[in-house]
């Protein structure tokens, strides 16, 4: 007996000297603590909307840093139930679990279990997943030396920000936000038992995707909660009977998806790779409720249009079983290669005839369409359709509901376009869509597409006149023109009215209000090519996208719709130019400021052309939405005080708007990506007014009607607006008289009721 006693004494000595000596190689090896002495969590870029709420998150974590005061006590007590329940009262190890784990580790090379708080923070931040005794022996160390560097609370604090729960959440709080949609402090206890679930394996446990495994173990959590003494009886036989609801992953407040990324670039270009790993908060000028307004208006437009053109057939076709529980399945496999885009959704046709079409979505509700829900799509329903194109049983098509609750077969749009708003007094961009789906086409048509911008352009030519002695009554002749290539630059050119008549001599005001292409020319003829080339610069313009020749008249050069915003603020604020801006500030995890934006009105080192051009232009924009080709624009706000041009380009391959109020200037842009004619009927009214027109009466719902005020240096005589130097007698009085006149033609009653219908 005594010689066993001695033995096993020995025994004891040895591993007290053993685990000495590893300590004393082992302990001088261990890393700095900077890690979690100095903690600076991987925290993602977030964009804001001016109005506070989230638009983008940017980066591999998606992580949250709440500090341990913010973490509600029922979260942490959840935690320290399943994970480590007596962690204020050991040092950083539970010595019997360790000799457990090593035991273990023998044998069946099992869990290791054991594990502290301190310990998994040690292995968290320092240590590799392999499971061996060096390693398992460098944790036991790390936690030691963390215990005599840190508190409790900050130990604890680091755990629950830097743990990994699934869903690429990092840390509690963004799992809660994740997970349940709700803010980390608003968290109930059966919530708080389902993410202290996490840790172990968050895939296994995750909620969504392994509900009944999840919930034993949120189950078990609840109880250990009870155990400790955390929570009642009452609160315990509660938070088992909470029925938990989980956040949609679909759910999009707000289609900001072309703000967030121009945003994230702009960010990116400031602060590199930190960009992703900071907690940066960019707060955009972009308000939610303008920027859904103009989302949903430009969608419109563009649903709007696709009814017009013909069906181009199902996305795909998928062979359907006749059972109906295999059918339910094969339904969820199908149309989860083809998601719904927004509000046009996917349906898988179930049966199809010319007069009724049923069809499932991806939920398993089934819809039917009949009478005016298959016009669109008449073709494809025909007897003697085009295979290609034949809606038949199994066919994968699009659909999309009516404010009345009816469905209608549509098609996705192959057409794009652009919406941009903003501010111009201080270039504060209200809104903005850069295309129909930014998951299909991240091309940010707003200030990546150069386009033609066709007559929307004219004004900056006319603006250019009146410095030139040019009045809103100076009369110049719509009269045909012709060319030969040197004064276009390619070929021979005779230009035409988009209408097809010349109506002779006319005063400029009528001319741009009715859009006359002929005088156009004409008053870039008088101003000069390259003299204008100079004064469209002042604007924003890139002088070199628009060569020197008489087609610049009529918008041939190349703009994006960016620059047209910025350049119909200048008209809009009195003459500035004003840069947009999209990050109103920039602040760090904390909030601690980092970069804000100027707002203030515009000085005069910023002013490109004098107030009294821009009200005479704003004079001649308001007689183009009062009496011209966007006569619409006052008619259905019932305003006077919006102001604006249509533009269509040659053959009609662009459709713009481009217009404002004081307050607010608009672009509107509809086309295709290659361009091609959008049909010999579209035009910037029909298409791109409609969507400014949706857009601008939400935007000035509560804005009181603005009176324009004269500029000092401008006369009215006789109704008429002119500069104090160019009044009647002393400017320009007339252009082109001396041409040859085309005799009216006079249209008849069908072409008058066509021309009446044409908004450009």
């Known amino acids: 007996m005594g010689r066993l006693l001695g033995l096993a004494l020995a025994l004891v000595v040895m591993v007290i000297i053993c685990a000495g000596l590893a300590l004393a190689v082992a302990y001088p090896n261990l890393p700095e603590l900077s890690s979690v002495t100095d903690y600076q969590p991987k925290l993602p870029l977030r964009i804001y909307s001016a109005d506070g709420l989230l638009l983008g998150e940017y980066g591999d974590e998606r992580r949250r840093f709440t500090p341990i005061h913010e973490i509600p006590k029922v979260m942490q007590e959840a935690v320290l139930s399943i994970e480590d329940s007596r962690f204020y009262e050991h040092s950083g190890v539970d010595y019997l679990g360790v000799i457990r784990a090593g035991v273990a580790q023998f044998g069946s090379m099992g869990s290791q279990g054991a594990s502290t708080i301190t310990m998994q923070v040690a292995r968290n931040f320092y240590l590799s997943t392999e499971k061996t005794v060096t390693r398992k022996l460098y944790e036991v160390l790390l936690a030691l030396k963390i215990e005599s560097q840190l508190t409790k609370p900050q130990i604890l604090e680091l755990y629950m920000n830097q743990i990994y729960l ?115 908060q960019v707060y955009l000028t972009v308000n939610s409720g303008d920027q859904m307004a103009a989302y949903r208006a430009l969608r419109k437009g563009l649903m709007d249009y696709e009814r017009r053109q013909a069906y181009r057939g199902p996305s795909a076709y998928a062979a359907l079983p006749a059972d109906s529980k295999a059918l339910d399945q094969r339904i969820a496999e199908v149309l989860a290669e083809h998601p719904d885009n927004d509000e046009l959704k996917a349906a898988l046709v179930l049966e199809a005839s ?65 919406f941009v708003a903003v501010e111009p007094q201080t270039g504060a961009i209200r809104a903005l869509v850069g295309g129909f789906d930014f998951a299909k086409n991240k091309f940010n048509h707003v200030t990546q597409a150069w386009r033609q911008p066709g007559s929307s352009f004219k004004p900056f030519i006319y603006s250019a006149a009146l410095e030139k002695g040019f ?234 009607i603005v009176e324009m005020t004269p500029a000092e240096g401008v006369v009215n005589v006789g109704g008429e607006w002119y500069y104090e130097e160019y009044s009647p007698g002393r400017g320009v009085s007339s252009v082109g008289l001396e041409d040859a006149a085309a005799v009216p033609q006079a249209p008849s009653d069908e072409e008058k009721k066509s021309i009446l219908d044409l908004f450009r």
Do not use: C
């Open 354 to 418: 010319p007069r009724k079409v049923v069809a499932a979505l991806p939920s398993g509700e089934q819809v039917t369409m009949t009478g005016d829900g298959l016009k669109a799509a008449t073709s494809g329903l025909s007897a003697n359709a085009d295979p290609k194109i034949q809606i038949r049983r199994g066919a994968v098509i699009r659909v999309i509901k009516n404010a009345k609750g009816d469905w209608f077969i549509t098609q996705q749009p192959e057409v794009e376009g652009a």
């Open 166 to 280: 699934g869903q690429r959440a990092h840390g509690f709080a963004a799992a809660s936000e994740i997970y349940f949609g709700k803010p980390l402090k608003d968290i109930s206890i059966a919530e708080a038992a389902m993410l202290a679930g996490l840790p172990k394996a968050p895939s296994a446990y995750n909620p969504i995707a392994n509900p009944k495994r999840a919930t034993l173990r949120q189950q078990y959590i609840i109880d250990r909660m009870l155990e400790n003494r955390f929570i009642s009886p009452e609160q315990h036989a509660q938070a088992k009977a909470e029925v938990l609801k989980y956040k949609e992953p679909t759910n999009v407040p707000v289609h900001a998806e072309y703000v967030a990324e121009a945003a994230r670039q702009l960010v990116f270009g400031q602060y590199g790779a930190e960009t992703y790993t900071r907690g940066l």
């Open 471 to 704: 009045t809103p009554a100076t009369v110049v002749n719509d009269a045909p023109l012709f060319f030969d290539a040197g004064s276009t630059g390619s070929q021979p050119w005779e230009p035409k009215n988009y209408d097809g008549h010349f109506d002779g001599p006319m005063s400029l005001r009528r001319a741009l209000a009715k859009s006359k292409n002929m005088v156009s020319i004409r008053v870039l003829q008088a101003v000069g090519v390259n003299p204008a080339r100079d004064w469209i610069a002042r604007f924003g313009f890139d002088r070199d996208k628009h060569d020197p020749y008489l087609t610049m008249a009529l918008g041939a050069g190349s703009v994006t719709p960016m620059q047209m915003a910025t350049g119909y603020a200048v008209f809009a604020n009195g003459g500035y130019r004003v840069n947009p801006v999209l990050i109103a500030r920039i602040t760090d995890s904390r909030g601690k400021p980092l970069h804000e934006a100027s707002f203030a009105p515009p000085d005069e080192s910023q002013r490109v052309i004098d107030a009294r051009n821009a009200f005479v232009m704003s004079s001649l924009l308001q007689e183009v939405t009062r009496s011209g080709t966007a006569a619409r624009a006052q008619a259905t706000l019932k305003r006077n005080d919006v102001f604006g041009k249509t533009g269509t380009t040659n053959d009609s391959m662009d459709a713009w708007f481009a217009g404002y109020h004081p307050s607010l200037a608009a672009i509107v842009w509809i086309g295709y990506d290659n361009p091609r004619k959008l049909g010999d009927r579209e035009t910037g009214g029909g298409l791109s007014l409609p969507v400014w027109i949706d857009f601008m009466s939400h935007a000035l719902k509560n804005t009181p």
